[in-house]
């Protein structure tokens, strides 16, 4: 139930995701109801084509890969133009925008542009959710909203670190 286009290579693209425009989407992971705008592009190769490191919750972890795009987590959204580095980390719910590019590593329900990031507003994250959803006939459920205010609750002190 993905809608794709554009330049997409060696990515899986979890349900209910949008890449309907150009840039280029490559060696990445893409989670559910995640939209992508027009010419969103990420990096795949270092420039020195070395191996990749990659943040995780354990610390950075070199992948030994010279190929490794992005991983964006559930309810991520990004603006026009937005440019993703190599190995880039996009937590949950996090809304990325302004044409400059982010860190390496997001947290979880981050708003703003570069390294500019705030909070995500759980009512409007909540709104934004519901409304991607419903476009495609499918309710946002109690159950899920439940689960999601866990996760932006269990989250709220990464955007610190």
Excluded at 16 to 31: D, R, T, V
Excluded at 60 to 66: A, E, K, P, R, S
Excluded at 127 to 155: D, F, N, Y
Aim: glycine share 12%; proline share 4%; charged share 20%.
């Amino acid at each position: 139930m993905c809608r794709l286009h554009g330049e997409v290579s060696n990515s899986v693209f979890i349900g209910f995701s949008n890449k309907y425009h150009s840039g280029y989407i490559g060696h990445s992971l893409i989670g559910r109801w995640v939209n992508l705008g027009a010419f969103t592009t990420n990096s795949d190769l270092k420039n020195n084509y070395g191996p990749v490191r990659v943040w995780t919750p354990e610390g950075h972890f070199d992948t030994g890969q010279m190929k490794v795009g992005c991983f964006l987590g559930d309810h991520v959204k990004t603006g026009i133009g937005m440019t993703l580095n190599t190995g880039t980390v996009v937590g949950a719910g996090s809304n990325l925008f302004g044409n400059v590019m982010p860190p390496s590593k997001v947290p979880a329900f981050s708003w703003g542009s570069g390294d500019h990031l705030a909070r995500y507003r759980l009512t409007e994250f909540l709104a934004t959710a519901r409304q991607v959803m419903a476009r495609r006939k499918i309710e946002l459920t109690p159950g899920v909203i439940r689960i999601l205010v866990k996760a932006w609750k269990r989250t709220a002190e990464r955007l610190a670190e």
